[in-house]
Antibody
Framework: QVQLVQSGAEVKKPGASVKVSCKLS????????IHWVRQAPGKGLEWMGG????????IFEPKFQDRVTMTEDTSTDTAYMDLSRLTPDDTAVYYC?????????????WGRGTRVSVSS | QSVLTQPPSVSGAPGQRVTISCTGS?????????VQWYQQVPGTAPKLLIY???RRPSGVPDRFSGSQSGTSASLAITGLQTDDEADYFC????????????FGGGTKLTVL
């Protein structure tokens, strides 16, 4: 049974960075890419990026490309999403999710989300 | 502004049938990228409801069905139940940015 366990809520000031973790169990990161999706309060889902196995590289939504870093620690099967230069518009719940085995059939598994609040 | 367009809300009485549309373009749904649908109860993570346009993961009731035609897709829910009240999101891929994931803005289903 694949499970994704995310780190706890964060409160940050504008201009700071936040690092959210997502620990995978039931599979290894080498078998299972991790993607990140966020949801601002009362808003829809917004894909941020993740590992694309066919391209063998991280791919990002362009609006985040210069602010986000996604890394993986295969020794602990933990993925990390680091978002810098935070603004209040980054206040959201950040989810990690695993793409389907063929990559092209959506996200069957999700973490419970990490709430990030950005306020001065 | 989401790449895929959904109606903000739909409603129906228990037992009725409702449909939720998802309109894209020639660079996503119209480019033969398949559509997924997710159900999200407020305060919880999204749950995959339909994948590959019309396929249901194990455990999803057959009251939920998906279809796709041209640049659009639809989710139909028959025999509405109060538990179906949730937000529903469509998702696909876009070849303007190869392999990129796109979502609809979401539709709030109210069971009257």
């Amino acid at each position: 049974q694949v499970q994704l366990v995310q780190s706890g809520a964060e409160v940050k000031k504008p201009g700071a960075s936040v690092k959210v973790s997502c620990k995978l169990s039931g599979h290894t990161l080498s078998e299972t890419p991790i993607h990140w999706v966020r949801q601002a309060p009362g808003k829809g889902l917004e894909w941020m990026g993740g590992f694309h196995p066919e391209q063998n590289e991280m791919i990002f939504e362009p609006k985040f490309q210069d602010r986000v870093t996604m890394t993986e620690d295969t020794s602990t099967d933990t993925a990390y999403m680091d978002l810098s230069r935070l603004t209040p518009d980054d206040t959201a719940v950040y989810y990690c999710a695993t793409p389907s085995a063929d990559f092209w059939s959506g996200y069957p598994r999700w973490g419970r989300g990490t709430r990030v609040s950005v306020s001065s | 502004q989401s790449v895929l367009t959904q109606p903000p809300s739909v409603s129906g009485a228990p037992g009725q049938r409702v449909t939720i549309s998802c309109t894209g373009s020639s660079s996503n749904i119209g480019a033969a990228y398949e559509v997924q649908w997710y159900q999200q109860v407020p305060g919880t993570a999204p749950k995959l409801l339909i994948y590959g346009n019309h396929r249901r993961p194990s455990g999803v009731p057959d009251r939920f069905s998906g279809s796709q035609s041209g640049t659009s897709a639809s989710l139909a829910i028959t025999g509405l139940q109060t538990d179906d009240e949730a937000d529903y999101f469509c998702q696909s891929y876009d070849n303007r940015l190869s392999g990129y994931v796109v979502f609809g803005g979401g539709t709030k289903l109210t069971v009257l």
